[in-house]
């Protein structure tokens, strides 16, 4: 991305700070407890929510682990957004180009969440006093979470000059 495209998108997006982030995982997580949960009671009764095991089968890790995980990385590398930060006007691009992150990006973003949370969520609290907004998840990743100024979710087109 040239020079004159950088500044363009720095005039139209702004980093999004801790709360407004927070606000959409929480979002994300509501509508992924919609969909798990009826998913799970249906297979495994009321029961599944009283068991003290990790994962009760396969249909369990599918549904509790594998879907979540593979649609939130889809969501991020196809629409630059998980629905959450789509309802909160956000999204996650390479630090360096505005574009949506690759998939190698959005795995180590994912996987970086692990690393940000075990310090008593320090890595993920670190957003809100970063320059760029960064957790430690965005940092390893090489992403940054953005905002349209005016508000709109726009697509970023750098072949313009």
Request: proline share 4%; net charge negative; no cysteine.
């Amino acid at each position: 991305m040239s020079s004159t495209e950088m500044e363009n998108l720095d005039d139209s997006y702004n980093y999004s700070g801790f709360w407004i982030r927070m606000v959409a995982t929480l979002i994300d997580s509501i509508l992924m407890m919609f969909i798990t949960m009826p998913l799970l009671y249906s297979i495994y009764g009321a029961s599944y929510f009283d068991s003290k095991e990790i994962v009760l089968g396969v249909p369990d890790l599918l549904i509790s682990y594998v879907v979540p995980i593979s649609a939130t990385i889809l969501f991020w590398v196809y629409k630059s957004a998980t629905p959450g930060k789509m309802v909160m006007k956000l999204k996650v691009v390479d630090a360096k180009t505005g574009n949506p992150p690759s998939i190698q990006q959005s795995i180590i973003r994912y996987v970086g969440y692990f690393i940000a949370f075990i310090p008593l969520f320090l890595g993920v609290i670190w957003i809100a006093w970063d320059s760029k907004k960064q957790g430690w998840h965005d940092k390893l990743a090489g992403t940054v979470v953005v905002r349209s100024q005016n508000n709109v979710v726009e697509d970023v087109d750098f072949s313009e000059a």
